[in-house]
């Protein structure tokens, strides 16, 4: 039913588009006849390449231009490719309907020559298989598109069928775009939830119960990672491994306990779980996908070096000739690409380390250095973005009107910058989590085990359960923010805190999604406003140059202040009534921010920013753990984040919830 629906929808379209045509000047009518089609080549051609040069985005973190570009080279890709199909074999059937008098087809069996390009374009290049994470939930409908498709290349082979070398030219490129086409199909099913769920584990026994690994002492790395693949799946699925299981990886870990081996080992996991769902790297890992590299590398090779030696027919147009020449040259730059990705893949060496074939064919390649070796010099830059509340403050006009301004505003200011995380803030996670692998995770932040030790026999006012936890991120951000602007003397452990505490506050304006679900967007506008109209109050411009001074006159005033000062007052809904309570609640995140700073500012100055430090680190750690594992997944195709980071050594480390076992 569905496919005559679009049968039936695409014919009604193409009667539509041919009286239009009827009412179009002639000489517009000739010039849309003479480029319709190599427009939309072009078109193709360009959309292929910019997939293929920036369609990997786990190698680089892609700004805002890349990714709308990746983007619309996405969604036009095959758009434009099914649309080519139609439009020659619309042409074509016209030409041989009209007993081949139509003047807008000069070669019919070279514009039949290129449609088995579509289907090659349809396939895609390697570096992309889905855009999004649910786009693999969709391998069904380019199952249909494969099968429709091709049946329409054979259609428009045949329909120009001369018997020449031409004609035995199309039907090799049609095999090659049909297991282009099918490895994409394929890549799709296969980073799937239910593929992951249902059939990865059954056909992959639990990596600790092989005793014997082929030449383990050479290979440990590879048998390590593909551990890591078997602990994903079970992330993924939401499933609970079992105690042996999770002490092997565990014990691994601690036995390694270098921080930058652990950096490196989990940002190079992350980029494994980019290539389960956006790439086809995974699907085609092992020796059938080297196999088929091999055999459309060679076809496509075949193809234009014989296109080249007996194209001289003069009856073909020269442009046409050169569309053609530049098919063939894109289609051969791609294949040359991913034979080398092929060839230097992560996931061929695991297939090989499995079997043991790796000893009689690719010794050589462990004399020099890899890409994927897990050396100890070798270092991992993170590049984390940071947002500030004082810095969204100042210079932005907020024009705040009966103590209200839209929600959308704080999503779209630019207030965000991407630094790379520090080596000592490095350490300082990896130690942490190290001390703590015996603990168990809390549901509640506020009952947190490490957070409630920290603010043990402090006099830190109103911490109950109640609180939210994008609220303690803004309230603990905006002291934080508050010390560390009247403190004159940096240090590490003040550099770190500001660091984690910039980065937490990004994710709440930015990436909300990453975090334990709460109304943190409504507290900070609340919030916001009231910091406004304090700068007000106490005739401050709120500008860079002023934070110091701004933040000195916070911590000099008292708690009740703030809290019972009518000025900044903000109630909760503009239609209420301003009662004792809602005053309360309005005010709260403000006053406590203050009244923490403050009590934090009586003591060793050192001491205190040992203490925010331990924080940050616990509230990074915490969200973490509590982010949806298909977010961080979904977070993978707009760059690696430190969240994910921290929530994979978790992993390793037996923090997780479905990771528990009993301390021994």
């Not at 498709?149 to 031409?166: E, H, P, R, V």
Request: glycine share 4%.
């Amino acid at each position: 039913m569905l496919i005559i629906t679009v049968i039936s929808s695409w014919w009604i379209s193409l009667e539509g588009h041919r009286r239009l045509v009827q009412v179009i000047p002639n000489p517009v009518q000739a010039w849309w006849e003479k480029w319709e089609l190599r427009g939309v080549i072009l078109v193709s051609l360009a959309s292929q390449m910019t997939l293929t040069l920036w369609g990997n985005r786990s190698n680089y973190k892609p700004n805002i231009w890349k990714r709308a570009l990746v983007w619309c080279a996405y969604l036009l890709a095959d758009w434009v490719a099914a649309l080519a199909m139609g439009v020659i074999s619309s042409n074509l059937g016209d030409y041989y309907s009209a007993n081949c008098q139509q003047k807008n087809v000069n070669n019919p069996q070279l514009i039949a020559f290129w449609a088995p390009f579509f289907l090659v374009h349809l396939g895609g290049p390697d570096t992309i298989t889905a855009y999004a994470l649910e786009d693999n939930e969709l391998w069904l409908r380019h199952l249909v598109g494969l099968v429709s498709q091709t049946i329409l290349t054979i259609y428009i082979i045949l329909m120009s069928w001369k018997g020449n070398w031409l004609s035995h030219l199309s039907i090799l490129m049609l095999i090659v775009g049909f297991i282009k086409y099918g490895e994409r199909t394929w890549s799709l099913y296969c980073g799937s939830i239910s593929h992951l769920r249902n059939s990865f584990l059954r056909s992959i026994e639990s990596p600790w119960k092989k005793e014997e690994w082929p030449h383990a002492s050479k290979r440990d790395y590879h048998r390590n990672y593909l551990r890591f693949i078997y602990i994903f799946v079970s992330l993924f699925a939401d499933l609970v491994l079992s105690p042996r299981d999770i002490n092997h990886d565990r014990q691994e870990f601690l036995n390694k306990t270098g921080w930058e081996y652990a950096f490196q080992k989990v940002d190079r996991e992350l980029k494994l779980m980019y290539d389960v769902f956006y790439t086809k790297a995974f699907a085609n890992y092992g020796f059938l996908g080297l196999l088929s590299r091999l055999f459309t590398l060679t076809s496509t090779t075949i193809v234009l070096v014989l296109y080249a030696k007996l194209s001289g027919n003069k009856e073909y147009l020269v442009m046409d000739r050169t569309i053609t020449f530049l098919l063939l040259v894109e289609a051969l730059i791609s294949e040359m690409y991913a034979f080398i990705l092929a060839l230097s893949s992560k996931w061929r060496r695991f297939y090989f380390t499995v079997t043991g074939i790796e000893d009689n064919v690719y010794m050589w390649e462990y004399n020099i250095k890899q890409d994927f070796s897990l050396n100890m010099g070798e270092s991992v830059s993170i590049s984390y973005g940071q947002s500030n509340f004082f810095n969204l403050i100042c210079g932005q006009n907020w024009n705040i009107k009966d103590n209200f301004f839209p929600m959308d505003k704080l999503e779209k200011l630019p207030i965000v910058s991407h630094s790379s995380l520090s080596s000592q803030l490095k350490k300082k996670i990896f130690s942490n989590l190290y001390l703590k692998s015996e603990r168990s995770m809390q549901s509640d932040f506020s009952s947190h085990p490490g957070y409630r030790n920290l603010i043990m026999g402090k006099n830190i006012p109103i911490f109950s359960s109640e609180f939210e936890f994008h609220r303690i991120i803004i309230i603990w951000h905006i002291a934080t923010d508050l010390l560390y602007h009247s403190d004159n003397d940096p240090n590490v452990h003040l550099e770190n805190s500001k660091q984690i505490s910039d980065y937490m506050f990004y994710l709440l304006v930015k990436k909300r999604y990453m975090l334990p679900v709460g109304a943190g967007l409504i507290t900070l506008r609340d919030t916001v406003i009231q910091t406004v109209k304090y700068f007000e109050l106490f005739n401050i411009v709120p500008q860079q140059n002023n934070l110091v001074e701004a933040s000195k006159i916070f911590l000099q005033q008292d708690a009740p202040t703030i809290l019972n000062d009518e000025a900044i007052y903000v109630p909760i809904d503009p239609n209420s009534e301003r009662d004792k309570s809602s005053k309360d609640q309005s005010a709260s995140v403000l006053f406590q921010a203050c009244a923490i700073a403050k009590e934090l500012t009586v003591g060793n100055r050192e001491e205190m920013w040992r203490f925010i430090e331990e924080l940050w680190v616990e509230i990074l750690c915490y969200a973490g753990a509590h982010c949806r594992v298909d977010m961080h997944a979904q977070q993978l195709r707009k760059g690696l984040e430190l969240i994910s980071h921290v929530w994979l050594l978790q992993a390793h480390f037996g923090l997780l919830d479905q990771f528990q076992i009993a301390p021994t």
